[in-house]
């Protein structure tokens, strides 16, 4: 029987991309989904097409810069599924500029989302994991979590930061709970759409057109989360074939 089936994930930034995906294909093999984003009509909709084809799932209003709500978000599932056995903080922004447009208001959106909120879901369901000694945190990078260019300076600072707090949580957690970092190369989402600078915005717009689909990161979370309770994929980095990045 897979690993998978049965257990309880929680998905932030799950209305759209990499975690409406991950929710479609973690519910279609067996998991117990609950979804967290802003966007509660997007979340509906995608709830409802997973009970349509028998899958388990819900969903909850979620900010991740409101440490309350993700709190809030792991009682919801608890009181649902009784526990917490996967957290996902896949919610993330990537409002690209150069440094010196001196964009500091999305700066500060960037490290609230992108680090703060990382850090607040682990906040949130480390306890409980720690209660149950079992678990898995998954935490979401990018490969500008491995390599810095131009515009993406405190994008990539985000990423970088994501890493070296999964590598300390997963060294200081022990043996009951497992931590995995997937860094996904470009990839289908609406990420691209939170770029306000114009130059940054075409770049980005030429990068994607070989993005590839939500479902390859997807499928690479299901495989981390499907291996014995004994191995731990620390991290996974998956990118387009014909990327040079």
């Known amino acids: ?108 959106r960037t490290i609230d989302v992108n680090i703060k909120g990382v850090l607040y879901g682990i906040a949130a369901a480390l306890p409980v994991m720690k209660a149950q000694k079992s678990g898995q945190i998954i935490n979401i990078s990018s490969i500008g979590g491995h390599a810095v260019s131009p515009t993406a300076a405190v994008y990539c600072a985000t990423k970088f930061a994501v890493g070296a707090i999964s590598e300390g949580l997963r060294q200081e957690v022990g043996g009951d709970i497992r931590v995995t970092v997937i860094s996904p190369g470009v990839t289908e989402s609406e990420l691209a759409d939170s770029i306000s600078d114009e130059a940054a915005r075409k770049g980005m717009q030429e990068f994607r057109r070989l993005s590839i689909p939500a479902e390859a990161i997807a499928r690479s979370i299901l495989f981390a989360i499907d291996q014995p309770d004994d191995v731990d994929i620390s991290e996974i980095i998956v990118r387009p074939t014909a990327s040079p990045y």
């Open 1 to 108: 029987m897979s690993n998978l089936n049965g257990k309880v994930v929680i998905i932030t930034g799950a209305s759209s991309g990499i975690g409406e995906a991950t929710a479609r294909l973690l519910a279609k093999n067996g998991a117990k989904v609950v979804l967290g984003a802003r966007r509660i009509d997007r979340l509906q909709l995608i709830v409802k097409d997973i009970r349509a084809l028998g899958g388990i799932a819900e969903y909850q209003a979620l900010d991740v810069t409101q440490r309350s709500q993700l709190e809030d978000i792991v009682k919801f599932a608890q009181n649902k599924f009784d526990r917490v056995d996967v957290l996902i903080n896949n919610a993330g922004v990537m409002p690209l500029s150069a440094l010196d447009q001196l964009k500091v208001e999305e700066w500060d």
